[in-house]
């Protein structure tokens, strides 16, 4: 059946293989393209590893909508501001925002095309090899688990401000001074003192929104609408009241900090719009895919982007940028602004949007992870299906306690910076993979594979058009890396003005010759299924350079944590290929039931 062929087989291989066998299997698994399968065809009857098809384009928009529109103006709109880009925030969002409609496109077209539960992890699995797509998963789950943390850590504090209480009154400080009479400035210096501030709300919101995914996406669906309605509501208001008294003067000096400000705001509220994706991992569940998905993904980047720029113009309107509250900056906007009646409204219509944001981000992680499972990547126990929910409710619970565990002791600074930069990852991965899948031959095609009928790289011209895109893609992240490496030297003063500038004109000039070389290649694989990426191969290039640059707007520190968690998630892939080849744990899923071809390392 397909969870067999997906790698999650009962039965266990009779022989253990050598060492070397062992490692030349995982070099070649580790290359192979895995061609999708969709689990639960809509023409098939149910099995019991099956997700339910209940959610159509209007649950899909407002799970977006839910998704997106917590996580950013009600959390990071005021860090963004206050730190970064002052009143140029705007423009920081409208960065963020145009990098992620570049790559909802691709998003939606990889959606359309494999309509399964797993986003990033199974479009990069398709075009560069499972390596690649494990590596995405793995940092697509990091971001599922941290921008759920964070939210939840944002939840908190605007319990807190709805009971007129400070926004940390609800923490509990461990191993520092405590929170006496409502001070709170001790708590802005946890990372000096060794204290650790508990967040014990967090916790239990995540725990209760766990509890309602396990039991029905429909029913989920049915949840979000009615909370994402009620922080709608709450933002007309906040546009409405807040917009009579604006001052223009707060919006002087417009961006205090420079272009590097607002990039750098950008990198940091591109965490944002992360809601989008997650419409992808819910594929599977989708009556109509083709129809349903554009709706859902680029529907609500558009309403969210809109809002944003609304809401933006607002907060730096009503408060001066180095005044603004950076853990609840709208409730604390409208008190100092005398209009501390609005402060409970504002304070409910947040936690309504919080709350759907961190459904939105608890509902991907165990669909990603159970599509993982299917693959032998991960143990069987994460691809269960509950019989009666439908739901992956292993797979929930998991990811329920370790984004608890997380909500109770992490501040949402470092949390928002290291999701950032590993959603920029996947969304660059993402668009070079659409060069990829149209221009080389699918994975998996007869013509693919080598006399003896084992996937590998042969003479003929189908390997060498899989090459010549794949090639040309490696190549344009490359050119992409050294501008954003060059600009990045240029504004911290280092090898003068002249090297940088000559190193970053030669990388623009690489990426543009690459991208242009695309239209010497054949197109093979031409979208079939209801919407279509407009302006390849330039639209999913520019997601690629804005990723790119994005990346290098943050800081090393996140550099560094993306690098070692990247490196700790290469070594398990290489243990656990290793180990399991040498016991046979993965012949199922890469004997006959594995449909791949070698290609992209």
Known sequence: DNLAHRGVGEGMPARAISARDAASRLLRRATARRLPVDHAPPSSPPSPSSLRK???????????VGGVIG???????GAAAHDHAGPAVLISYLVASATSAVTGLCYTEFACEAPVAGSSYVYVSMCFGEFAGFLCGCNLGLELTISAAAVARGWTSYVATLFRAPPDALRVRVG???LRGGDTSDYASDASSG???????AAFVVAFITCVLVCGMKDTARFNTVVTAVSLAVIAFVLIAGGAVVDADNWRPFAPNGVDGVLTGASVVFFSFVGFDTVATCAEECADPGRDLPVGILGSLGVCAALYAAMCLVV????PYSDIDVEAPFAVAFKTRGMGWAESVISLGALAAITTALLSSL??????????ARDGLLPKWFAKVHPRFGTPANASAFTGVTTGALALVVDIETLAELVSIGTLAVFGSVCASLLVWRHAPPPGAADERDADGTSGYGTNGENGARFAATTRALALVASCVAFGASHRAWSLGYGGNVLPTLCAVASAICAVCVTASFHLLERRNEPTKGFKTPFVPYVPALGVAACTQLVFSLGPPAWVRFGAYTALCAGFYAVRGLVGDRLGWWEDSFG???DSAVGGA
């Open 54 to 64: 209940d959610l159509d384009a209007r649950d899909l928009l407002m799970l977006g």
């Open 71 to 77: 996580g950013g103006v009600f959390v990071l709109t």
């Open 176 to 178: 520092g001074p405590s």
């Open 195 to 201: 204290g650790v501030a508990l967040d014990l709300p």
């Open 316 to 319: 730096t309107g009503m408060t």
């Open 363 to 372: 509902m991907g992680q165990p669909r990603v992870y159970m599509v993982m």
């Open 592 to 594: 006959d039931g594995f």
